[in-house]
T-cell receptor
Framework: GESVGLHLPTLSVQEGDNSIINCAYS??????FIWYKQESGKGPQFIID?????DKRQGQRVTVLLNKTVKHLSLQIAATQPGDSAVYFC??????????????FGKGTLLTVNP | AAGVIQSPRHLIKEKRETATLKCYPI?????VYWYQQGPGQDPQFLIS???????DKGSIPDRFSAQQFSDYHSELNMSSLELGDSALYFC?????????????FGSGTQLSVL
């Protein structure tokens, strides 16, 4: 069958640099946002989350910024390491009923860290 | 710490066959979600269960069905398989009662339909 190539946005950085990965979301009613890291052949791994009543949240080496006005989310990774190389997805939960986590994933970004 | 367990890890089927994917959530998690991820695509929500009842439904084909059992494990049944069903199928779990609200994903089942 016909193969589908990867059409992911890509970001290539040098080890030790800071990385910024951006995401635009569509549902203005979304109240919970998550960043996931997905390595090849593995499931998405939780990185950091943020609720809509916040505009910034920090974790270990990672910071998430939320701009509700323009519906934009970003993930900042400080001192990027080769082990950070992966596809990064943002996800939003705008479901007001049913499951708490009917997450809608954004397009992933492939981060490549060069040693 | 225990994670979400999915089986099998890889599955190869032919067109029009059936497949069953299994998911064992993290202990004490009561909610299970199924996602489908095509090559180079973002995960798409299929269906979810809370306390053994279907809680939400996404873009799941009518050929697919799923259920959650009394021990909270879940199975995704896929019939009349098509080439386009080839994808990575993820299960995730969470606890509606717990203080943690994060969604934890398994490693997925890679389904190849030939």
């Amino acid at each position: 069958g016909e193969s589908v190539g990867l059409h992911l946005p890509t970001l290539s950085v040098q080890e030790g640099d800071n990385s910024i990965i951006n995401c635009a979301y569509s549902n203005s009613a979304s109240d919970y946002f998550i960043w996931y890291k997905q390595e090849s052949g593995k499931g998405p791994q939780f990185i950091i989350d943020i609720r809509s009543n916040m505009d910034k949240r920090q974790g270990q080496r990672v910071t998430v910024l939320l701009n509700k006005t323009v519906k934009h989310l970003s993930l900042q990774i400080a001192a990027t390491q080769p082990g950070d190389s992966a596809v990064y997805f943002c996800a939003e939960n705008g479901n007001s009923g049913g499951s708490n986590y009917k997450l809608t994933f954004g397009k992933g970004t492939l981060l490549t860290v060069n040693p | 710490a225990a994670g979400v367990i999915q089986s099998p890890r890889h599955l190869i089927k032919e067109k029009r066959e059936t497949a069953t994917l299994k998911c064992y959530p993290i202990p004490r998690h009561d909610t299970v979600y199924w996602y489908q991820q095509g090559p180079g695509q973002d995960p798409q929500f299929l269906i979810s269960f809370y306390e053994k009842m279907q809680s939400d439904k996404g873009s799941i084909p009518d050929r697919f069905s799923a259920q959650q059992f009394s021990d909270y494990h879940s199975e995704l049944n896929m019939s009349s398989l098509e080439l386009g069903d080839s994808a990575l199928y993820f299960c995730a779990s969470s606890s509606a009662r717990g203080a943690e609200e994060k969604l934890f994903f398994g490693s997925g089942t890679q389904l190849s339909v030939l």
